[in-house]
């Protein structure tokens, strides 16, 4: 199980960093306000859950229950929202950590 949360610890971080490079090439990214638009009225995808990352970037998990579509998203610290990944299926697990797992 630690290996499973470190890959996607690690995971998170790469996609981190690839949106802090979107965001340079001016792709992918805009305003917060308007990307949370998007992701509700086109996807019906409400924020899931969210994290801090490096340099003050904040990343958050949008979804809907109705079609499982996801969205990843990083917003950093100017207020630009960059679209990291996306895809389908999504399923809310709520499972405890084992302890020393």
Do not use: D
Not at 38 to 43: F, K, Q, S
Not at 48 to 60: N, S
């Amino acid at each position: 199980m630690r290996k499973t949360v470190f890959k996607m610890t690690m995971g998170l971080g790469i996609m981190v960093l690839a949106a802090q490079h979107v965001h340079a090439q001016g792709q992918n990214c805009a305003p917060r306000e308007a990307v949370l638009e998007r992701l509700h009225e086109a996807y019906g995808e409400t924020r899931r859950g969210l994290g801090l990352a490096r340099k003050g970037a904040v990343m958050e998990l949008f979804a809907s229950n109705e079609t499982g579509s996801w969205t990843i998203t990083v917003t950093l610290p100017n207020g630009i929202t960059c679209l990291v990944a996306s895809g389908q299926a999504f399923e809310e697990v709520a499972e405890a950590l084992r302890p020393n797992a």
